[in-house]
């Protein structure tokens, strides 16, 4: 029903940003996700916001340097990364949830039933 795409991963010094592109096809009205999973860790939640973008809601490593943001006229959403550090290197992973809520936001993996193939973010120290 829906299908997700990320952009933008790379490989940066620490300190430097990245933005991140998620394109979704279909209807708008989902809430959105970024997780991430490093080799041999559990995938984690990073960030998410609510099909209209009116709430947020980050992981205490991430607070304050990263920033999830939506465009529902172009069915994007961003993750804006600043400051980034060596640990935040990992594949990342935008997913989709159907969630009408207007200012709850799961974060947990298996409650989010769309996800892209991920892109690699690197961060050299």
């Known amino acids: 029903q829906v299908q997700l795409v990320e952009s933008g991963g790379g490989l940066v010094q620490a300190g430097g940003s990245l933005r991140l592109s998620c394109a979704a096809s279909g209807r708008t009205l989902y809430a959105m996700g970024w997780f991430r999973q490093a080799p041999g860790k559990e995938r984690e939640f990073v960030a998410g916001?609510?099909?209209?973008?009116?709430?947020?809601l980050y992981a205490d490593s991430v607070k304050g340097r990263f920033t999830i943001s939506r465009d529902n006229a172009k069915n994007t959403v961003y993750l804006q990364m600043n400051s980034l550090k060596p640990e935040d290197t990992a594949v990342y992973y935008c997913a989709a949830r159907r969630g009408q809520e207007s200012s709850y936001i799961a974060t947990k993996a298996a409650l989010y039933g769309f996800w892209g193939p991920g892109s690699q973010v690197t961060v050299s120290s």
């Open positions: 916001i609510t099909w209209s973008g009116g709430s947020t």
